[in-house]
């Protein structure tokens, strides 16, 4: 009698392991990449901002930051411009704020080299603790106020800061953030400005990857793929907003940063 192999008993061949063990990563990675963008689109539907820091945070841990920043530039310049256009202050903004931007071009440019070239371990250090400083500042920090007399020499400075953390981190909102809510915006202004300044450090990032050869053309269908999660999130949160307060939202959030922040920057000691 000839015995019959049965698929409990069949020798697995290793090329059917390898594919199993393949199509199991690339399922935990999709599932990963669709659940943040979601949190962060659901971040930012609820506070009006961090979809980049929610992802850069999230994503970085599960593949190098830099990666995680390539995926991050078509969603986050959707929204953002979106943002940035909602608004009738966008002509007034780009008069004022534009040394600011150019500066944060600049710095982003140039500093995106150490986000390429940096151990992926040191970049998750970095991202770390840029999520820890934002979070603590923005937690306990009182609220501050830029005299316009100096706004002229501090703008190109804060935005040459914003760019370097942009370019080591792929985080855009040190110190860019605390320093726009110091300016005395009105509420629609200061989110159009968010809104710009975002807007920028995404293209400069993008420019900043693609120069240093970390922006690959077959990333832009992920980061395409990106937008519907992210949209979905922000619909989230604009109802999750109706039901709670916008502040503690936002006291909730910011404790995870910082514990996702202390996460990253441990990983090269253990």
Known sequence: M?????PENRIVPSYEKDSNSDMTESTIFFLSFTLTFLAAGLVKGVTGMGLPTVAMGLLGSVVPPATAAAILVIPSFVTNVWQLLAGPATASLLRRLWPMMLAVMVGTVGAAALLVRVDPLWSAFSLGVALVVYSVYSLFAPALSVEPRIESWLSPVIGMLT???TGVT????????????SLNLDKDELVQALGLSFTVSTIALAIGLMVYGAFQLNQLGLSALAIVPALIGM???????????????????LVFMVLLGLELTSRPFF
Do not use: D, E
């Open 2 to 6: 000839v015995r019959r192999q049965t």
């Open 235 to 253: 619909w989230l949160g604009q109802k999750v907003r109706a039901m709670i307060s916008p502040k503690r939202f936002r006291q909730c959030f």
């Open 163 to 165: 760019g370097v953390v």
């Open 170 to 181: 792929g985080v855009f909102a040190i110190p860019a953030v605390p320093y726009l809510q």
